[in-house]
């Protein structure tokens, strides 16, 4: 399966709100319906909405729309993931040099892949035989262009033949960890545990989980942003002396602002009130439903990037 692919001037983006039962691409052909396929997580994860951003900016290019326009309409669309704001001042910065959308989105697709790949090399290094790693959310090939960063961790360990085992927190409310994680480990045949999000902490107690290794939406000085619980995971991992690692490309990493003046999505109560379409509590509950939370520094191991692992700013 592929993310995302681009066929006669027409972004692909497979589905993500209904996997893993249903496989299925949601076609867009022009730049609104893709901010509308980022808005509704359709595509999700930072570095392939960073990619779905480019080609974006392209199909703005090829509708003879002003690019900075669209660009400005396109980082709306979801304020807390860096990767899609790099990935429109790349593609406007390259306009100005002469170069079409087109072509860098195509090249910012592949060059994705292959920083994934040297994430999971340097990842591969600080994973031991036999280790279980436990990870929350979906950092892995849906992610992304492919591959993953924290799911390419694992999958480079397990191409390693390092006999690895996998728990995902299911990562409420839209269980990413459940529905997208399980389902990429499954796929590849690497050994898989599901459990609820609240029981992370005791699975550290009960030292069943030498390493954590997440994903990330912003790097910056004072720690990172990820979806929301990754303070929880952190925090125990932190009391029970597991180490902590994230593994995100360079592309997310914000070196001009403090991690706290992120901007934290608040997404639809129903997200919450709902499981498959059904309230489960009365429609009028007051709901606080923010999409990512901060892990500071100090909780943090080290970061994993295509540079090697690094410590946190």
């Known amino acids: 399966m592929e993310t995302l692919y681009w066929k006669n001037n027409t972004l692909y983006l497979l589905d993500q709100t209904k996997l893993p039962h249903t496989i299925e691409y949601v076609e867009c052909n022009n730049y609104k319906e893709t901010i509308d396929a980022i808005k509704t997580m359709v595509v999700r994860g930072a570095p392939a909405i960073g990619v ?96 993953g960063t924290a799911l390419g961790v694992i999958r480079a360990a397990n191409e390693n033949n390092k006999n690895i085992n996998v728990i995902c927190d299911e990562t409420r409310p839209v269980l990413q960890g459940a529905r997208l994680s399980v389902f990429e480990m499954q796929q590849e045949n690497i050994p898989v545990k599901l459990i609820v999000d609240g029981a992370a902490g005791h699975m550290m107690q009960k030292g069943e989980v030498d390493k954590v290794v997440i994903g990330a939406d912003r790097v910056a000085k004072g720690g990172v942003a990820n979806k ?11 009391r029970y002396d597991v180490p902590f690692y994230v593994a995100a490309p360079i592309s997310t990493f914000d070196f001009e602002n403090n991690i706290f003046d992120t901007t934290i999505e608040q997404r639809d109560s129903d997200e919450v009130l709902k499981i498959n379409g059904k309230y489960i509590s009365k429609e009028e509950t007051i709901v606080e439903n923010p999409a990512f939370d901060i892990v500071e520094s100090d909780l943090i191991t080290g970061i994993i990037t295509e540079e090697g692992i690094k410590k946190a700013l």
């Open 52 to 147: 779905t951003a480019a080609y974006a900016m392209a199909l703005a290019e090829l509708e003879g729309v002003d690019l900075k326009t669209a660009g400005d309409e396109i980082k709306l669309a979801r304020p807390t993931a860096i990767n899609l704001f790099w990935a429109v001042d790349k593609v406007l910065e390259n306009v100005e040099q002469g170069k079409d959308a087109v072509s860098i989105a195509i090249e910012m697709q592949k060059e994705d892949i292959e920083i994934n790949k040297k994430i999971g090399e340097y990842g591969n290094t600080i994973i031991e035989e036999n280790d279980t790693i436990l990870t929350h959310c979906n950092a892995g090939a849906l992610a992304c262009a492919g591959y």
């Open 228 to 238: 929301i619980g990754s303070l929880m995971v952190a925090l125990a991992a932190k």
